[in-house]
Each structure stands twice: as C-alpha cells, then as structure tokens.
C-alpha cells in the first residue's frame, strides 16, 4: 500500500459530551472550533455523544466540569481520558481511485494482532490514527516491521523488537471494562446522507468558522429540510439540559418546534419504515475519486432556500478535521448546501455533493424518502453512517477498527471510519447501507 504515516508533533486529549448535554456545554467546544491555529483538532458528534480530540492545554476547560460530573457521579457525565494520545497521519500516494476501506483494515490488522487498541479518523485530505502515547514505541515498531513508510520527528529506534501488550505501558488501568475480543454491538444506520468536503484552506476558519458554529451549537438556525417526524432523530439531544450544574456554559438558541410537511413532494409514500426494518442484499458500488481530486465550485447563482422558520431542528452526524495542512467536514448533505450556498461554493473542495443535494432541496424532496436509487445514473457518491454503539466497551478494547473494517472490505464495500469516545461510525456508498449494517450485525 503506498502511503506515509507521519508521527504528529502533538500530544491529545479525548473528550466525551453527552448529547443530551451539547446545548449547556457548547462554548468550550466553540471556543475549540474558534482557536486561530490548533495544532490538531477533530470534533465527531452522532446521536451518542459529540468526542473532541484536541490539544491538551487547549482542552482545560472540560477538566472542572468532568471533576465536578466524577464527584455527583452524575449520570452522563462528561469525560476526559486518562490516557494522552499521539496522532499519527495517513497520506496515501497511489494514482488508483481512492479506497480509504482497505487502508483502514491494512494499517489496523497488525496492531489489532498485537493486542493493541487504536481510534482511526477518515477525512477528506488525509486519515489519521489515534494510539495511546504509552505505546507509541511499540506501535512504530510494528507499523515498521509490516513495511510502512514511517516519518517521525522525534528520535526512535524502529528496529527494536516490539514489546509484548503486558508490556508496552505502565500506565494505570482505565476504570472502565476491560476486554479484548471483539464482539458485536448494536448497529443504527443514522437517516441523513452525508458528503465529505474540504474546506478552502485560502479562506480560513475567519470565512467558515462561523458555518461550523451554527452546526454545532445553532443547528436550528440553518434553513434546511428536514423530516416532520423523528423516528430517528436526536431533537432533545439539542434541548436544555433539566440541570442547571453545567457552570455557566450555556450556548443555546430558541428551539423551532413548527414542522411544515407540505413543503416535501414524498415520492413513495409507503416508504415509512426504517432503515432496521431491511435486509436486502445490494450490488457493491465503484468507489468515486475523492481525496484532492476536486476543484471548488464557482457558481454565483442565487441562493433559493426557504427561511430557517420552515424546516424542524434536525441533526445527528458530521465530523470537522482542522489541521495546519488542511480541513475536512462530513456532514448532511442538504446542509451543506444550505451552510454554503452557490455563491460561496468556492470555499469547498468537493465533487457533484452539493449540486444533486441543490437540485433535491429545490424539488422539495424529503431526506428521509429519498430512494437508494437516486444516485444511480450520476458519479454523486452519498454516504450513509453506520453507528456502533460502544459503550460497553471502553477504550482498552483492541481489534474493533480491524474487525468491523475487515468484515465489510472483505465484502467489496468501500467505507470511511470514524472513531469517538463512546462509538464506532463506519460511512459507507448509500447504496451498500443495508448490505453493510446486516454483515457488522454479524461481527
């Protein structure tokens, strides 16, 4: 495989914010996305949890709150790892299309047989590879002796014979579960159809950050449809918290209750069950060009969206790299395209993403409706993610990337992967959600 694993020069830290809590908690996350120049930054949030990694002098703010959360044993309380986590970035160099599926599962599976668990992180411009810093040496050493090509910064002698698993920390144990075999979870397919985007590193966090903003913490006001009922979505995960021990971190606006369904042409009205309800096997699908190979849309057509009164508050994933080479943001597609209309489409890298979800927003088609269909006969790749709940697992449980990556490579179903605290959110071609979430209920 013909990639770089560059070590980063940074020491992070996780953080874990229920998302019932994310209203009451949000300007300590805000003040992450607004920092002029972090060294690392990834924030994920789906229906579960919204998980920062970050720097971890820049993440002080969270500390008080998840001492204070530790001391009420409060019941969902906000967490900070004990372990420190070092980054290690992923550039692939091949001129075949991209197949960011076989990379994840080709970098985890030694690591994963050396017992040693990893979160992984797919984005537009590179992937990176979270371990603990306590078994940084060892992981370098292995990734070595498989014949990566490695880059570190800081003095190391990868030629060292790796060190067992019962011997690569001294660290403290997490008092969480410990386990090491992987077992299966519950696998949610979340309702909207994602896009994964750069964002123009000439115009900077001082031009976008703001469309960042509202998707975190003001959702409700981005103009974008929605469905009017919520079989899956989170509405109270963005509601305030019952308690008002939060200290102060309010960052919260008025919720828009009012749905208005007559705004949505439902083409298959018996389409009301869920995405859990199917089992249908699908076609595996050829896996579009992504990383870098985009050129920004300059379109300086008019924005026809409705008001934000319009549409309910409706969100559930999406996932924001920074880093000083670049930035990456997943997320619902129609709100992308709303966050960034025609006329500002050039501070985006993207593909046909935000056009076919322009011309669904226009014709007033309902997300939720939508057919597997409906990218067929274009090269539009829409993603749909695959939500593993792992709580139950903890941090110390090795071989889940492998295992969940390996089982749907093997099936011909390409995939980006996206670790948090608390879950597992393996993105897959629209078209393969149900093959997908019906082999992962297999693992």
């Not at 998302?19 to 009451?24: D, H, I, S, V």
Request: include cysteine.
């Amino acid at each position: 495989m013909q990639v770089t694993i560059s070590l980063q020069p940074v020491s992070l830290s996780l953080v874990h914010i229920p998302r019932p809590r994310l209203a009451r908690l949000s300007t300590p996350v805000l003040r992450q996305i607004l920092h002029p120049h972090p060294a690392f930054l990834n924030i994920t949030a789906n229906d579960i949890e919204l998980s920062i990694f970050g720097e971890q002098h820049v993440l002080h703010d969270f500390e008080p709150i998840a001492r204070r959360d530790r001391q009420r044993r409060r019941a969902h309380p906000l967490e900070i790892s004990y372990e420190k986590w070092r980054v290690l970035q992923i550039d692939s160099h091949s001129d075949q299309v991209d197949n960011s599926g076989a990379r994840v599962h080709e970098l985890s599976a030694p690591l994963a047989e050396a017992g040693i668990s990893i979160l992984y992180q797919s984005s537009y411009m590179s992937d990176f590879m979270f371990v603990k810093e306590s078994e940084l040496q060892q992981v370098l050493q292995i990734l070595s002796a498989h014949g990566f090509d490695l880059y570190s910064p800081e003095t190391t002698d990868l030629s060292a014979t790796p060190r067992s698993p019962q011997t690569a920390t001294n660290a403290p144990a997490s008092p969480r579960s410990k386990s090491h075999s992987p077992t299966s979870s519950d696998v949610r397919i979340l309702s909207p159809d994602l896009a994964c985007v750069g964002l123009s590193d000439e115009f900077g966090v001082d031009h976008w950050g703001l469309k960042i903003v509202k998707l975190v913490a003001f959702p409700d006001l981005i103009p974008t449809p929605s469905p009017s009922d919520s079989r899956n979505s989170s509405q109270s995960d963005f509601s305030s918290s019952t308690s008002s021990e939060d200290d102060g971190y309010f960052s919260h606006s008025p919720q828009n209750t009012s749905s208005n369904s007559s705004l949505y042409t439902s083409r298959s009205p018996s389409r009301l069950h869920s995405y859990d309800d199917l089992c249908t096997p699908l076609t595996s699908p050829s896996k579009s060009a992504s990383k870098h190979t985009f050129t920004p849309s300059l379109s300086t057509h008019r924005s026809v969206y409705p008001p934000s009164s319009q549409y309910p508050t409706h969100q559930q994933f999406f996932s924001f790299t920074r880093t000083p080479e670049g930035s990456s943001l997943t997320a619902d597609a129609c709100v992308l395209a709303t966050l960034f209309p025609p006329h500002e489409r050039h501070m985006v890298i993207c593909g046909g993403e935000l056009a076919a979800a322009d011309e669904r927003i226009v014709n007033g088609v309902n997300p939720d409706d939508s057919d597997e269909e409906d990218y067929e006969d274009t090269d539009v790749l829409m993603y749909k993610c695959l939500q593993l709940d792992l709580r139950k697992f903890g941090l110390d449980k090795h071989g889940l990337v492998n295992r969940f990556s390996r089982v749907l490579e093997e099936n011909g179903i390409n995939h980006m992967y996206s670790s948090t605290f608390k879950t597992a959110n393996l993105l897959v071609d629209k078209k393969q959600a149900l093959r997908a979430q019906s082999l992962l209920r297999l693992c």
